[in-house]
């Protein structure tokens, strides 16, 4: 019992930490461009794909865990500069619209190219068996993830709560006009916030790739549990997203422990318990970012 | 009511074999088509009005309702493949009538499989139904198939039990397998083989449920002990919470139900956290299959699994088939193209049979008939027409082969006989 006990937490952290990557990027798109990205899950997806092509092609799984997200980053930037940004200021229906066309649009590529089957991204051999943690045997590429997956969202807290360029970011959040006037190409920065966030997208989907399945329905899978984190954490706002990806990864994995079948009741019944006490989410509306 | 047949409708391709060798195949098909879709339309109509029977001049026409977009794209284009090329090897002809061939996207959905079964039957006067992949909609165009009483239906994946239980229909013949046949025989082989006490691991859907209940009750009838059952929901992300109560229920074995994405992430995931070498893995042969291995490596050596077809099977007739299929498809031949090849064995031998393309005749001459598969020959069961055929455990070895590892068959189970679920149209 305190085996399957001490398994699912460390199961629920890590995949909680992982989630946090794709709802981060999620929520600071959302923040700062006012965009609501339904393509996000499709980025992921992309990731997981261009990292198994690339282990395939090179053998390697670190310039996998390198490229890929980079390949995504520039399928980001192409649909920011091209589609996203003449919308920007409009309804948000638009942005739904188009970023959830993209979604489709993606999903019938990846279709397309490398067929329905599942893929998988073949590790290193210093990253498989497993290492004994006690009172459970847990597997060395798990906590591999779960290193650097921590070591990433603090990377990106420290980046946006400390550094010039997160300043300007939170502030042409706040108010874009007066940025552009103290002479700062808002644009560019928009576009920045938009690859960030499509590049630990695709971080993590090199990463879950390669302990899940890389399949079609992988992005659309996701997108739902990272919108739940989002608006469980505050529409917007970093800090609650990635307390709110660690609260559902906990969620889920002491679900699948308890009730298997009723996982995904629980996660949506935390959203409404967590909206009724909270309707702004567990951070939202009182802070920026 | 006969509706106008979608001209140029994406999931619609007509296919005259005739016509195959022909460089501007799409133009010649498309104008062929405008003209026998006229034709027979009116033909329809008329035959409508009369309330006349549905033969359609001396052509042969085969439906298919397959899915060839979304997840099963790749099971349904196999069939597809499997039965063309059949066809081919017989000149697009059988019983010297030329067979046309139309496609419809069944999506993989209960309605949309009702849809277009219905269009095959009514429109196209198809003579042969061959289809579906998704037991669901197996189940859903029962009605339509008894109702129409118009063609053949070769179940050319679908193994859900119930069509045999609750349908039993007279035009129902099963090329492929039943649930059944996957998992229960199973049970004996690793009681005397692997351990005499399994855990059940399923995907938490009809099929999964099915597979791991026939399992179960076969094993403890050959004197094992289940002691304890792990259901997962149909796309599990992450496995590591079930595995966690795999190895906590202390059993030497497990007996499992996973297809597809899952069986990839649930077998890695089995490695992953080192359970190969505290239990033996088993389970149904789509755990293991052709379309999961090569995402699966290394992970699933020492796997073992039950299933009616492989394609490294050593017999003079499965190598022949696998090369004719390399050098027509460029690809390794799986289960589902085996299953395809069978159906079109099966129409034509039933065809030549009977001489007749009506249902009922050629219902009689395929029960009980012989069918000389890849698989190894196997027979349609007079009561149920489910096939009688070899079954087999496949161990999972290293290859030297494009793939890293591959199936090989460690033990044959000739002509297994299944339960007939009180279905008897002999």
Known sequence: MIESIVRATLLGVQSGMTLALIAAGLTLIFGMLDVINFAHGALYMLGAYFGSVIAVEFGSFWLALLLAPLLVGVVGIAIEMFSLRPLYGRNPLYHILLTFGFAIMIQGAVVQIWGGQARQIARPTMLTGTLSLGVVNYPVYRLFVLMISTALIGGVWLAIDRSDLGIIMRASAHDTEMVDALGIDVSKVFTGVFVLGAILAGLAGVLLGASRSVNPGMGMGIIIEAFVIVVIGGLGSFRGAVLAALLIGLVTSYGALIAPTLTDLLLFGLMAVVLMVKPNGLFGATEAA | ????????????????????????????????????????????????????????????????????????????????????????????????????????????????????????????????????????????????????????????????????????????????????????????????????????????????????????????????????????????????????????????????????????????????????????????????????????????????????????????????????????????????????????????????????????ELSSALSGMEIDSPRGSFRFNEQTHEPVQNMYVREVVQSDGEQPVENQVVETMESVEGPTWGCDLS
Not at chain 2, 1 to 29: A, F, L
Not at chain 2, 149 to 175: E, K, V
Not at chain 2, 189 to 210: K, M, P, S, T
């Open chain 2, 1 to 360: 009511m006969v509706r106008k047949p979608t001209k140029g409708s994406s999931n619609y391709e007509r296919n005259s074999h005739r016509d195959r060798s022909n460089s501007d195949q799409s133009t010649i098909s498309r104008r062929r088509y405008l003209r026998t879709g006229a034709a027979v339309g009116t033909a329809a109509a008329i035959g409508g009005c009369l309330g006349g029977s549905g033969e359609s001049g001396d052509e042969l026409t085969v439906g298919y309702a397959l899915p060839f977009t979304g997840t099963y794209a790749m099971l349904g284009e196999s069939i597809v493949n499997g039965f063309e090329m059949y066809l081919e090897q017989q000149g697009g002809e059988i019983d010297g009538r030329e067979v046309e061939t139309v496609r419809r996207d069944t999506e993989a959905d209960t309605n949309r499989g009702v849809d277009v079964t219905r269009e095959l039957l009514i429109e196209e006067q198809a003579d042969a139904i061959v289809g579906p992949v998704s037991s669901a909609v197996a189940i859903a165009i029962m009605d339509t198939i008894e109702s129409e009483a118009s063609a053949i239906w070769l179940n050319a994946n679908a193994g859900d039990y119930r069509i045999t239980q609750d349908g039993c229909l007279d035009y129902h013949f099963r090329t492929s397998f039943n649930d059944w046949q996957t998992s229960a025989p199973l049970a004996e082989w690793v009681y005397e083989n692997i351990a005499d006490n399994v855990c059940l691991a399923y995907a938490d859907y009809a099929f999964g449920q099915n597979s791991k209940n026939f399992f179960g009750e076969a094993f403890e009838e050959a004197g094992g002990e289940i002691v304890s059952e792990v259901g997962a929901p149909l796309g599990t992300d992450d496995y590591s919470t079930y595995l966690g109560q795999i190895e906590s229920s202390g059993a030497d074995a497990v007996f499992s139900f996973f297809a597809g994405s899952d069986a990839v992430g649930y077998v890695s995931a089995f490695a992953d956290y080192g359970l190969n070498e505290e239990m033996t893995q088993t389970g149904s042969g789509f755990l293991l299959s052709e379309d999961t291995l090569p995402a699966q490596g290394e992970a699933a050596l020492g796997m073992y699994s039950l299933l009616h077809y492989t394609p490294a099977q050593e017999s003079e007739r499965n190598q022949t088939f696998v090369e004719n299929y390399r050098s027509a498809y460029d690809s390794t031949a799986n289960v589902y193209a085996c299953q395809g090849y069978d159906s079109a064995q099966a129409f034509a031998t039933g065809i030549e049979e009977s001489g007749s393309a009506d249902p009922d």
